[in-house]
């Protein structure tokens, strides 16, 4: 991780850092006599920021939640030098400190704000301006649920000072800021991530009505309100999206947990209002009273700055629509960290990024792969002690075993994300704390493994999961690549361990929980329990076709664990089967008004999951038989025949983008000049 030097540069603020849901104005004024060609910045501040230099936005929305190391924070590189001109400039800034965590952030319990760039010699201190913007305010009730950081966005156009970022912007009333020591915001690390992707404003057909005004977006999205209205002054108006109010998932269905929203008091006359707060959702409800009257609304899309290059489109519509609905899905869980959903807790649940993790590479280029990258680190590095964590950063952090086995297994998180890059300095880094966490359990007398808990034993949602069968056959997957990483960073120290697991495992799942037709603990059959066995290598070949008819017969998991499902009836070898499942399964999360999945099968929980969107990867990996060597650069495909009449997609390769069309033949997928 490269840290930042601020050894010159000042942790500034107002007199009060410590006071949650501040924003403030910083600026500084400063002369360039010679326009130089580089002009890197570093930015960090607790807990977001808004950059503006001569007017013109630089950053929209910067600063890498915390943390990046245990007590540490990120910081943003910007090269300033195409916003500057000879004479005078204005840095102007808008920093918003929480003041609270949540299930993507930590909070250091102060506010702060650092800057410097060497080449203007410029470095954050008591000379720059500060002062709390007078017109954003506290809301009122209802707030967002704990699950979040962060607040609504309240804003009185009636105490607005105006733009704050021209030069001419009357600022003799900010103060000097005040320099804070370092004692809780830790080293700087600069971010692995591109700044955010800010799309066109969008102005938006509305439909009004005696409540107020509403309007569709052309799909769910995460986007800035902008709007203008009339009004007396003094009226209040609501804004939220359709998203704003969430059920828990299965299980917790019964309890709502409310987003943001913004609360905008109005000034007499023209109000013309962009916020700077992002809002997800596929419509935007504005609630006021008869005295305003709406003029315009509009939106700027704002998301993770990836191309999306990969498509997959075949004569069948309704499969289409799932692979749209699924692409859909990955992207708005896509930001600081990849989240489990956009509109409920926004938690990098390791579970899920196992899902998301093949998609990235068969839709978007090289940056959404760094994504994947903090996603490890995060994961390895902020694990406490030895125990790897389910959902880091943030301070809900949870160990859910199963979760944490996947993601250190072939088919989870860390060999995703090999398989697709050949990195293997990102197996050297996680293979000592691989080890250490698959020491943590312990093994019975009978040769499986003791019960390892964690803060939650869950390995599915609902009812029928057989968790002896999935937490040995798990384990026994991890321990599996485990032994793989160490042949390929040559380190062979742990291998008599992991080779001692792996038989002792391999050889007692098959003798306890073998049932003569299924693999099974309980009174029950679970397919992914099954699936699982196939997946983690004990099941051999010749049982194929009994484990065929449970995948075929069995419908317990959530969209979570069918991915797991729908990959072994791939890998036995029958993938027809696996999109006849698919498609019964997804049937009502295809069909339905959303551009996004929900996340469960009986629509419940979130209307867009992370975990959902595993049809992607069947339809590339499987139905196309999509492989790419990463070291050559090179790709081979082996289109499986009889699901489709025609195959057009397209995938990256590298800088390349390629493209693929299959037509059937005689009964066979042949490819098209």
């Not at 299965?250 to 962009?274: C, F, L, M, Q, S």
């Amino acid at each position: 991780m490269n840290v930042v030097d601020f050894s010159r540069a000042k942790w500034i603020w107002t007199g009060d850092n410590k006071t949650i849901d501040q924003k403030v104005v910083i600026r500084k004024k400063f002369d360039v006599e010679k326009l130089p060609q580089i002009a890197e910045a570093y930015i960090a501040c607790d807990t977001k920021f808004w950059l503006w230099i001569n007017s013109k936005l630089v950053v929209y929305e910067g600063s890498v939640f915390r943390e990046s190391k245990n007590g540490c924070g990120y910081a943003e590189k910007i090269d300033l030098a195409p916003y500057l001109h000879t004479g005078e400039n204005v840095l102007a800034a808008l920093v918003w400190f929480y003041g609270n965590g949540g299930r993507n952030n930590v909070n250091s319990g102060e506010a702060g704000f650092i800057f410097e760039c060497r080449e203007l010699g410029l470095y954050s201190d008591s000379d720059f301006k500060i002062l709390n913007h007078p017109a954003y305010i506290k809301t009122g009730e209802p707030h967002p649920a704990q699950l979040f950081g962060g607040h609504n966005i309240g804003f009185d156009a009636r105490l607005d000072f105006g733009d704050f970022t021209t030069a001419d912007f009357d600022d003799a009333m900010f103060e000097d800021a005040k320099v804070y020591p370092n004692l809780v915001w830790g080293e700087a690390v600069v971010s692995p991530l591109p700044l955010l992707k800010l799309y066109d404003e969008r102005e938006l057909a509305f439909e009004k009505s005696t409540s107020g005004a509403s309007a569709k977006l052309p799909y769910a999205m995460t986007m800035s309100v902008c709007f203008a209205v009339e009004a007396e002054g003094g009226e209040v108006i609501d804004i939220r999206t359709d998203r704003y109010g969430i059920n828990g998932g299965p299980g917790d269905e019964a309890n709502v947990y409310r987003g943001h929203r913004i609360e905008y008091t109005a000034k007499k006359g023209v109000n013309e209002y962009k916020c700077p707060m992002y809002l997800y959702g596929e419509s935007i409800i504005m609630a006021f009273p008869p005295s305003v009257k709406p003029v315009k609304l509009s939106y700027i899309e704002s998301g993770y700055n990836a191309e999306e290059i990969g498509f997959f489109r075949t004569e069948n519509a309704l499969f289409n629509r799932l692979i749209e609905k699924s692409i859909r899905t990955l992207y708005v869980c896509m930001r600081n960290n990849f989240m489990d959903c956009p509109d409920r807790e926004r938690g990098q649940w390791i579970g899920d990024v196992s899902v998301q993790a093949p998609q990235v590479f068969f839709v978007y280029d090289e940056n959404a792969q760094k994504l994947l990258k903090k996603a490890i680190t995060d994961f390895i590095g902020l694990r406490k002690g030895d125990v790897l964590m389910g959902n880091v950063p943030g301070e809900h952090f949870a160990e859910l075993p199963s979760q944490s086995l996947v993601a250190i297994s072939e088919f989870g998180l860390l060999g995703e994300y090999y398989a697709g890059t050949r990195d293997a300095d990102v197996l050297k880094m996680a293979f000592e704390p691989i080890i250490r966490y698959l020491k943590l359990w312990e093994m019975n007398d009978d040769g499986l493994l003791q019960v390892r808990s964690g803060n939650w034993r869950w390995y599915d949602h609902l009812w029928n999961v057989d968790e002896d069968v999935l937490e040995n056959c798990i384990y026994l997957a991890a321990a599996k690549y485990a032994l793989k990483i160490a042949e390929i960073i040559d380190c062979h120290e742990h291998d008599a361990f992991l080779k001692g697991r792996i038989e002792l495992l391999s050889e007692n799942i098959e003798k306890h929980y073998w049932k003569g037709t299924h693999y099974s603990s309980q009174n029950f059959v679970d397919e992914r329990a099954n699936a699982m066995a196939v997946l983690c290598g004990v099941c051999p070949a010749e049982r194929y076709p009994m484990i065929r008819k449970v995948l075929l017969t069995v419908f317990n998991s959530t969209p979570y664990m069918e991915r797991f499902v729908l990959m072994t009836l791939c890998e036995m070898g029958y993938t027809e089967d696996a999109y006849r499942r698919m498609m019964a399964r997804y049937y009502n999360l295809t069909v339905n008004e959303n551009s996004t999945l929900w996340e469960d099968f009986y629509l419940l929980g979130t209307r867009n999951h992370a975990w959902s969107g595993s049809p992607l990867e069947i339809a590339f990996k499987y139905i196309l038989g999509l492989k790419v060597d990463e070291v050559t650069q090179t790709y081979t495909i082996n289109p499986v025949s009889g699901i489709f009449r025609e195959i057009e997609c397209a995938f990256p390769l590298g800088n390349k983008t390629v493209k693929v069309h299959l037509q059937e033949e005689n009964g066979v997928l042949v490819e098209k000049g």
